[in-house]
Each structure stands twice: as structure tokens, then as C-alpha cells.
């Protein structure tokens, strides 16, 4: 059974970056048909999805925070990582990895994290 565990900083300052790794077990991460991706929710707000990274290692990201995010992978480690730029308060939200399909257009997060807070404040 797949397992994915968040782990970063709880707090960044503002103009600072978020960090994340998300941990992989019971599964690799580069097993066809799998994306990988992270998802946030911010307080009283719904879930956004901020991009992933595929089995063979391309990228896709949220085109509304494109320029400030990127993701990254260690398969030794089987790790997948997540760097949110230049963050303000209006980032502060807890933050999901997934392992998801992509079927007929549409996202299927099969598998999630448990999420890990991360507040932006000074």
C-alpha cells in the first residue's frame, strides 16, 4: 500500500520559500501511469491544486502560480519536492502530496498525505 508523508517547516517568513519534501513508500515514483502532485488548502478555502511531476519526470504546474513554483524529484530517495517563491500570508494553508491518474481529462487523487501546515508569518 502507497504511503506519502509531508515534511517541511511549519513557518517561512514572507519574501521567503516554502520547502517541502513528500516522502514515498510503497510504491516508486517512477511507476508508469502515476503523476505526482502537490495541493493545498488555505484557511476556510477550498483545495488547489499547484502541479505535479509525472513518471518519467515532466512537469505541469498550476498556470496561476507558475512562476513560483517548482517541482523536483530524488528517485534514490524517492522523494518529490515542492518550492513556492517569494511567499506572502496569502500562501499560508496546509499543504498535500498525492499520487493521482489522469483519466479522460480529469484528476483522480487516489492516494494523499496527511497534509502539513505551513504558515507564512514574521
Known amino acids: 500500500q502507497v504511503q506519502l508523508q509531508e515534511s517541511g517547516p511549519g513557518r517561512v517568513k514572507p519574501s521567503q520559500t516554502i520547502s517541502l519534501a513528500c516522502l514515498v513508500s510503497g510504491d516508486s515514483i517512477t511507476t508508469k501511469a502515476y503523476y505526482w502532485s502537490w495541493i493545498r488548502q488555505p484557511p476556510g478555502k477550498g483545495l488547489e491544486w499547484m502541479g505535479a511531476i509525472g513518471y518519467s519526470g515532466s512537469t505541469y504546474y498550476n498556470p496561476a502560480h507558475v512562476s513560483r513554483t517548482s517541482i523536483s524529484r530524488d528517485t534514490s530517495w524517492n522523494h518529490f519536492n515542492l518550492q513556492l517563491t517569494s511567499v506572502t500570508s496569502e500562501d499560508t494553508a496546509v499543504y498535500y502530496c498525492?499520487?493521482?491518474?489522469?483519466?479522460?481529462?480529469?484528476?483522480?487523487?487516489?492516494?494523499w498525505g496527511q497534509g502539513s501546515l505551513v504558515t507564512v508569518s514574521s
Open positions: 498525492a499520487r493521482g491518474l489522469w483519466v479522460e481529462g480529469e484528476a483522480d487523487f487516489g492516494s
